[in-house]
């Protein structure tokens, strides 16, 4: 048979089958199933790891707080079911009792009547607690001398207002101060640069209360007592006397 030119155009026709939209979806559908199948049989072909003796003890311990968590919500359920009948028996009985719903609404009234006042009495009572506690670690002012009274009757006045940082406990600050006492108030010591950390015990206590909420710059009048001080020891004004610093505050660290 003699070979065609290449030229020449074929009599055979082939015919081209275009797959429609729902063909080409089946397939898709069908290896998915397909590959579902597969990793599904792979999965069952993995071997079972077992667990730890500390993956069980941790799954234990989820386990019996998802049980505590469910106990409590049980709870709090049943509780509120409880009060909700319990309100609905008493508006029951109020609604039956004589005078119907004037005597339920009047009644409502004093309830309410009686809670607000033990509200106000126990704001009443908070507000009184927090001006002890002002009181007592802001200190409470003389308007008459100008001086603050502190914890342990530790006195301070500020003579000049520092502008810088202010003192807060465990601080490391850096003062110039003089100490005068007895009776004429002659200068016992005095330091032109004294460094200490307020608040550990390095210093007196008297420091320790009334330096708190010193700025940088500023110079303070402080008066120590004796038990916020050196007790009964002399150290050069008399046993148990009472100390008068001049402090100035260099810096903070």
């Not at 074929?10 to 275009?18: D, L």
């Not at 520092?162 to 005095?190: N, W």
């Amino acid at each position: 048979m003699p070979l065609m030119n290449p030229t020449q155009t074929s009599a055979v026709e082939y015919v081209v089958h275009v797959k429609s939209r729902k063909e080409m979806r089946a397939e898709r559908k069908a290896q998915k199933k397909q590959e579902n199948i597969n990793n599904a049989a792979n999965e069952t072909d993995k071997e079972v790891k077992p667990l730890t003796k500390e993956e069980k003890k941790a799954l234990r311990k989820e386990q019996k707080k998802l049980q505590l968590k469910e106990e409590r919500l049980r709870l709090m359920k049943e509780q509120r079911e409880a009060k909700k009948k319990r309100k609905q028996k008493r508006m029951h009985r109020e609604m039956n009792a004589p005078g119907g719903i004037e005597c339920a609404t009047e009644k409502k009234a004093k309830r309410q009547k009686i809670k607000e006042n033990t509200s106000s009495v126990t704001e009443n009572e908070e507000e009184s607690a927090m001006n002890v506690y002002r009181s007592l670690f802001n200190g409470s002012q003389d308007d008459a001398t100008g001086m603050t009274t502190m914890r342990m009757g530790v006195q301070y006045k500020d003579i000049v207002m520092g502008k810088g940082p202010a003192v807060e406990d465990l601080a490391l600050l850096t003062v110039s101060y003089k100490l005068k006492g007895g009776k004429f108030g002659a200068v016992i010591d005095s330091s032109k640069k004294f460094t200490f950390r307020v608040g550990k015990g390095e210093v007196i206590k008297g420091w320790d209360i009334g330096l708190i909420g010193m700025q940088v710059g500023g110079k303070r009048e402080l008066i120590v007592p004796p038990k916020a001080g050196y007790g009964s020891q002399d150290i050069g004004a008399g046993p148990g006397a009472m100390l008068f610093f001049e402090i100035t505050l260099l810096s903070i660290r």
